[in-house]
């Protein structure tokens, strides 16, 4: 393999696929080559638009001695097998979540990839966006106190997901929790450390002939607090929002969308605090200083006492957009893995790791949530 430029083999055509394979390109050393979907309309389309060689089948592209990577952009219930074949073909594996439908399939791509020192990583880009290590250094440094409790809420859209798409099929999907979840759970833990999930709901839509569980909510345990988990998927395009919150004993942290690119903070800080919240943020974040009686700058929370110098609300956005925000995110986490093909010493922000501990935390929560159906 030419360690310099890293040839990638595409597995699905869809929007999706052909978003990501931009941001890939966006990074140093990166060549597309091939690409296969079922749909073959989809797949000639991409590789018009990128100039890609079209196989009519995965087998076909695993043959090829010039594709170093496999990128697999298909529904879930296909990501244990197709993983599989291009890791037993002597390719380096990127996969959309989830990795699989059972933990125990990700355990076992896991060592199958170790054991022939290749990459297998899922593409859960969330900690690759600058916020992430932003409240990760918050928390660390306690800025505002001891973590409490947190909240993600995901109203999301249906309006392009039919009775009969995919989605809705657990045998295909996993369910809400392992579809779509996997990207929440890994991200609360890389902010709070590993987490239990303790309690897990889900919600039925009425009036259907098929089981359709739309909405599911869980409660999971950490060193310090707890956090609500909820997803829905019932919302019209135009309406679909996220919210996440984080509480500490001196004050919150807000982010808005799914992928985050607004932050609100507000809280007391004490003598010296502020200086470091600006470095760790940096200059674009905008602050309103609460008027506060010097007086009255010793307050009291927890049974214990604060002397605080600033009561602050802290707003950054990041003004590029998610969309481009997205793309950026995508595009660090390729070249990230891309380090560690040429240097097994370089450590990544994502690994294999994070592809099943954030998979168990899922399947966790689905059978807890089964035993509640309403």
């Known amino acids: 393999m030419d360690t310099t430029e890293l040839h990638i083999g595409i597995v699905g055509a869809g929007g999706f696929a052909r978003f990501a394979a931009e941001a890939f390109l966006r990074a140093s050393g990166i060549k597309l080559?091939?690409?296969?979907?079922?749909?073959?309309?989809?797949?000639?389309?991409?590789?018009?638009?990128?100039?890609?060689?079209?196989?009519?089948?995965?087998?076909q592209m695993l043959g090829d001695a010039n594709i170093h990577l496999i990128y697999i952009a298909t529904p879930p219930y296909l990501h244990y097998a197709q993983s599989k074949m291009a890791l037993l073909a002597g390719k380096h594996v990127v996969c959309e979540k989830p990795a699989a439908l059972k933990s125990s399939e990700a355990e076992e791509l896991l060592e199958l990839a170790r054991s022939r020192q290749l990459?297998?990583?899922?593409?859960?880009?969330?900690?690759?966006?600058?916020?992430?290590?932003i409240i990760k250094t918050i928390i660390q440094e306690k800025i505002l106190g001891k973590f409490l409790h947190g909240f993600f809420e995901n109203y999301a859209s249906d309006e392009y997901m039919?009775?009969?798409?995919?989605?809705?099929?657990?045998?295909?999907s996993g369910g809400i929790f392992i579809?779509?979840?996997?990207?929440?759970?890994?991200?609360?833990e890389g902010w709070l450390g590993e987490g239990r999930v303790a309690g897990a709901w889900q919600l039925q839509r009425p009036g259907l002939k098929g089981k359709i569980f739309d909405r599911?909510?869980?409660?999971?345990?950490?060193?310090?607090?707890l956090v609500n988990f909820y997803h829905g998927f019932d919302q019209p395009t135009m309406l679909d929002r996220q919210e996440m919150r984080l509480e500490f004993e001196h004050g919150e942290i807000t982010l808005h969308e799914w992928v985050p690119v607004k932050m609100k903070l507000h809280g007391l800080l004490k003598s010296g605090q502020l200086q470091g919240l600006k470095e760790i943020v940096g200059m674009t974040a905008s602050i309103h200083y609460h008027k506060t009686q010097k007086e009255n700058k010793q307050v009291k929370g927890r049974f214990c006492e604060l002397v605080f110098e600033d009561h602050i609300t802290l707003e950054y956005e990041n003004e590029s957009g998610k969309?481009?925000?997205?793309q950026k995110m995508l595009t660090a986490m390729i070249a990230d893995q891309c380090c560690w093909i040429s240097n097994h010493n370089h450590i990544r922000v994502i690994d294999d790791n994070n592809s099943v501990q954030s998979l168990k935390m899922a399947e966790h929560a689905n059978r807890l949530a089964k035993n509640f159906n309403y």
């Not at 579809?179 to 609360?188: A, I, K, N, Y």
């Not at 969309?323 to 997205?326: K, P, S, W």
């Open 119 to 133: 990459l297998y990583v899922v593409n859960l880009m969330q900690r690759y966006n600058p916020l992430f290590q």
């Open 216 to 225: 599911v909510q869980a409660t999971v345990l950490y060193n310090d607090g």
């Open 323 to 326: 969309q481009h925000l997205y």
């Open 162 to 172: 039919g009775p009969e798409h995919w989605f809705w099929d657990e045998s295909k």
């Open 33 to 59: 080559i091939a690409v296969t979907d079922i749909n073959q309309i989809a797949a000639k389309q991409m590789s018009n638009e990128l100039g890609l060689i079209v196989y009519g089948e995965m087998e």
């Open 179 to 188: 579809e779509h979840g996997v990207h929440f759970f890994d991200l609360f």
